[in-house]
């Protein structure tokens, strides 16, 4: 379209040189001078100052030489400019692509959990169900051996003795009587000792001998314990040996504790 109008220009400008001449010669015949000049007579006048109008020719072919290359320089930067946003729109695409693969293994993820999360209710209650009949068996069966034996011992070996006194005197009583304190390394032997206790009692767990580092009394470490919220803090520094708290509403209820103070004992035989 630019070319064409080019052409256009170049052929109406030599149509009005044609003019301009032919206006020049019919002037130079005439006698009687004009009073006002048309406009093709100011474009004569024109061409007559400029070599006959291929100055203008020039100017008008360069004029059109620098638009052709700004067109082509916007040309090029519109290209460059359509590439990047184009590739800025891909980027978007992707990331948004990338989003939504996220936000899927996240709704996976939690799906995932919250089956995990009923299983994990469903086994707790089964457990809770579990202990609760171990517990209510090992009650009966620790009442039905204070019916028959007293309080000395029970059916499964385990017994409490019947004075309040320091876990030294409470493990030399058990001893005395063919036992030590009670050793405690799993949930059920927990329970059953549990079921017998209505109060403090002291277990056979202490760092008398080892500043730091608890050991039962068949000197075997400590590998699981059921300790209080906070427990154990040695506090003073005086707290060495270890007591279970029957009051406590939860399994945790360990406590460390001075080996002078006056508690009773879970023997075991």
Same mark, same amino acid.
């Given at each position: 379209? &630019?070319?064409?109008?080019?052409?256009?220009?170049?052929?109406?400008?030599?149509? /009005?040189?044609?003019?301009?001449?032919?206006?020049?010669?019919?002037? /130079?015949? @005439?006698?009687?001078?004009?009073?006002?000049?048309?406009?093709?007579?100011?474009?004569?006048?024109?061409?007559?100052?400029?070599?006959?109008?291929?100055?203008?020719?020039? =100017?008008?072919?360069?004029?059109?030489?620098?638009? +052709?290359?700004?067109?082509?320089?916007?040309?090029?930067? =519109? $290209?460059?400019?359509?590439?990047?946003?184009?590739?800025?729109?891909?980027?978007?695409?992707?990331?948004?692509?990338? #989003?939504?693969?996220?936000?899927?293994?996240?709704?996976?993820?939690?799906?995932?959990?919250?089956?995990?999360?009923?299983?994990?209710?469903?086994? #707790?209650?089964?457990?809770?169900?579990?202990?609760?009949?171990?517990?209510?068996?090992?009650? *009966?069966? $620790?009442? =039905?051996?204070?019916?028959?034996?007293?309080?000395?011992?029970?059916?499964?070996?385990?017994?409490?003795?019947?004075?309040?006194? @320091?876990?030294?005197? @409470?493990?030399? $009583?058990?001893?005395? /009587?063919?036992?030590?304190?009670?050793?405690?390394?799993?949930?059920?032997?927990?329970?059953?000792?549990?079921?017998?206790?209505?109060?403090?009692?002291?277990?056979? &767990?202490?760092?008398?001998?080892?500043?730091?580092?608890?050991?039962?009394?068949?000197?075997?470490?400590?590998?699981?314990?059921?300790? #209080?919220?906070?427990?154990?803090?040695?506090?003073?520094?005086?707290?060495?040996?270890?007591?279970?708290?029957? *009051?406590?509403?939860? =399994?945790?209820?360990?406590?460390? &504790?001075?080996?002078?103070?006056? /508690?009773?004992?879970? +023997?075991?035989?």
């Amino acid at each position: 379209m &630019l070319i064409y109008q080019s052409i256009s220009i170049i052929v109406i400008i030599k149509e /009005r040189k044609k003019a301009c001449l032919l206006s020049k010669d019919k002037g /130079r015949l @005439s006698k009687k001078p004009e009073v006002k000049q048309s406009v093709l007579t100011d474009i004569c006048v024109f061409w007559s100052c400029s070599s006959g109008g291929s100055r203008c020719l020039v =100017l008008i072919t360069v004029s059109l030489g620098l638009i +052709c290359v700004l067109l082509l320089i916007f040309i090029i930067l =519109l $290209y460059f400019t359509i590439t990047a946003e184009r590739d800025l729109i891909k980027t978007y695409k992707n990331t948004a692509e990338e #989003f939504n693969q996220t936000i899927n293994s996240l709704q996976d993820n939690y799906t995932d959990l919250m089956t995990e999360k009923h299983q994990l209710q469903n086994n #707790f209650s089964s457990l809770i169900t579990t202990l609760s009949d171990e517990l209510k068996k090992n009650s *009966f069966r $620790y009442l =039905l051996s204070v019916f028959l034996l007293g309080n000395q011992c029970s059916l499964d070996g385990l017994f409490v003795s019947k004075k309040s006194m @320091s876990w030294s005197a @409470s493990r030399q $009583y058990c001893r005395d /009587r063919g036992g030590d304190l009670v050793i405690i390394k799993s949930l059920e032997k927990l329970m059953s000792s549990l079921v017998r206790l209505s109060e403090r009692a002291w277990i056979g &767990l202490s760092d008398i001998a080892n500043e730091g580092n608890l050991t039962w009394v068949d000197k075997s470490p400590l590998n699981q314990g059921f300790w #209080f919220e906070g427990e154990p803090n040695d506090e003073d520094g005086n707290e060495d040996c270890v007591e279970m708290m029957a *009051f406590s509403s939860t =399994l945790n209820n360990w406590n460390d &504790l001075s080996c002078s103070a006056r /508690r009773r004992g879970i +023997c075991e035989k």
